[in-house]
């Protein structure tokens, strides 16, 4: 079975990349000829070449405007302990291996040195450049990261920046023409051109790259995908850069690429500017993001069909977000919202999708009060909402591991050595069995699937479960799955109060 990679864009520096310039020279040849060859060129001209240039975008201006406020950003990563205890001694000590060296992107988001750029960018960073396009060089200060989103703001020591202009990303429609720019490979300045070819993409990325942990505490928040997807070319080195409109405006955040190979393969993924003005105000303002909490769970996109199928419902029949479930003195639970309910707008705005209603969420704070339009059988009701702040979650210690396994709805058995060996796996647990109604199946699991990880960690045993939720110091805890016909998903489950 194929498998496509989503992949963070940020390029590991190890080799300088040289390109050589091809031009096609026409010297010898006799005016008469030389204008024989343009003409050969220019087949198709007169009124067709006209109406179609007539019909192309613009996009010199565009680009002038983008390449103004993007910057390079240059890394330094300390390897960790794991990596730097497989050097051998030297004279008795462990030689310090040399700091790995990173490159990405970054935007210009105010005159007096904010800089947006993705989370995964400066992640287990010491020192960070910034490098302007007039090829000055900034040190620059971590002001604050969203593992959750992938963005990060820094800060340089300079006045009278030229700060990109925000569009709508609301207003994106599929077909738009974009452009993307950043520094791919290390290159300067570059400028592709596509169209936005899907709106709200949940890829399951976020705090997945490598398998790691999203941050270093281990502690998992709610990740929030709602990407726009486009065929612009991007390629590793983009993660932070900008996606624009044809007006030059920016529209989201370059953060990864669909691939097999690693590179360019015609699909890529911003996070969208609405969202992102939200979490680089707080950050700014906060160092944190302050985010408010609904309370519901919902399908996971990649399962939703399964899951509705499974309820008697046909897919097609949703026009919303569908509410598996209503988490206790929640939010929503406060509002009389109920499992089954049809969420279809917030604040009059339509809503088509999970993915959608959560980016939407996710642009409010604890305190605020929104509006929801929903469905409840054949009734369209509304109800107001107070957003609720992220609580703790119950320690592990005060539930034991059947108590675990009866919240997820699931039983668990170890991966026999037969199994691991025939398909190259170290880790996991089978799951055994699903409870009709339990939070698994709410998600679409069912027997014969297998639990990989949580928050990151690695799952091998029971035990191992009860120690993950253990160390998570927030409510919503994140799983990656496979399901038994081995797709693989990415969901997020709520344990709070």
């Known amino acids: 079975m194929n498998k496509i990679g989503f992949l963070m864009l940020t390029v590991v520096v190890a080799a300088l990349v040289s390109f050589g310039t091809f031009k096609i020279m026409l010297n010898g040849l006799s005016p008469t000829e030389k204008n024989e060859s343009k003409n050969f060129f220019d087949l198709g001209a007169g009124n067709k070449s006209t109406q179609a240039n007539a019909e192309r975008p613009e996009f010199v201006t565009a680009a002038e405007l983008v390449i103004q406020s993007i910057v390079h950003i240059k890394v330094q990563v300390d390897r960790s302990p794991a990596e730097s205890a497989i050097y051998p001694p030297f004279y008795g000590e462990y030689r310090r291996p040399a700091p ?4 990405g992107s970054g935007v210009i988001y105010s005159s007096d040195g904010y800089i947006i750029t993705n ?9 960070i450049q910034v490098i302007l396009t007039d090829k000055r060089i ?3 200060k971590l002001v604050g990261a969203d593992p959750n989103t992938d963005l990060a703001v820094l800060k340089i020591d300079v006045k009278g920046l ?6 709508n990303s609301d207003a994106v429609r599929v077909g738009d023409w974009v452009l993307a720019a950043g520094y791919p490979f290390s290159l300067n300045t570059t400028v592709t051109a596509g169209i936005v070819s899907a709106t709200g993409r949940n890829i399951g990325i976020i705090g997945q790259q490598d398998g790691q942990e999203v941050n270093n505490s281990g502690v998992m928040g709610s990740a929030v995908e709602a990407f726009i997807q486009t065929d612009a070319a991007i390629n590793p080195g983009n993660s932070g850069g900008a996606l624009v409109n044809t007006n030059g405006q920016l529209i989201g955040i370059n953060a990864a690429i669909a691939s097999q190979s690693g590179s360019y393969e015609g699909y890529g993924f911003a996070i969208p500017v609405n969202l ?5 105000k707080d950050l700014i303002k906060y160092g944190e993001v302050k985010r408010g909490l609904l309370g519901v769970n919902f399908p996971s996109p990649a399962t939703e069909d399964q899951f509705l199928m499974a309820q008697g419902i046909k897919p097609g029949s949703i026009q919303g977000a569908y509410i598996a479930d209503v988490q206790p003195n929640s939010a929503a639970g406060k509002a009389g919202l109920q499992a089954g309910d049809i969420i279809q707008a917030i604040d009059e705005s339509k809503v088509n999708s999970s993915v959608a209603l959560s980016e939407r969420i996710a642009r409010h704070h604890p305190g605020d009060k929104i509006k929801l339009q929903y469905k409840r059988r054949s009734q369209t009701l509304s109800t107001e909402v ?7 979650a119950p320690k592990a210690s005060q539930r034991g591991a059947e108590e675990i396994a009866r919240n997820l709805g699931a039983t668990f058995a170890p991966l026999s050595e037969e199994f691991k060996q025939r398909y190259g796996m170290s880790y996991g647990l089978a799951i055994t069995a699903v409870s009709r109604g339990g939070l698994f199946a709410q ?3 069912q027997r014969g699937g297998i639990l990989l990880t949580i928050n990151g960690n690695r799952i091998s045993s029971v035990g191992d479960i009860s120690d993950t939720f253990q160390s998570a110091t927030n409510g919503i805890l994140r ?12 969901f997020n489950l709520s344990f709070g109060a």
């Open 443 to 445: 998600i679409g699991l």
């Open 386 to 392: 107070v957003l609720q702040a992220q609580s703790p």
């Open 479 to 490: 799983f990656e799955c496979l399901s038994a016909d081995g797709s693989r998903l990415v």
């Open 162 to 167: 030229k700060p990109i202009q925000t569009g």
């Open 119 to 127: 989370n995964h960018v400066i992640d287990g960073a010491i020192a």
């Open 138 to 140: 900034f040190e620059a």
């Open 276 to 280: 992102t003005t939200k979490i680089v």
């Open 100 to 103: 790995v060296l990173g490159s």
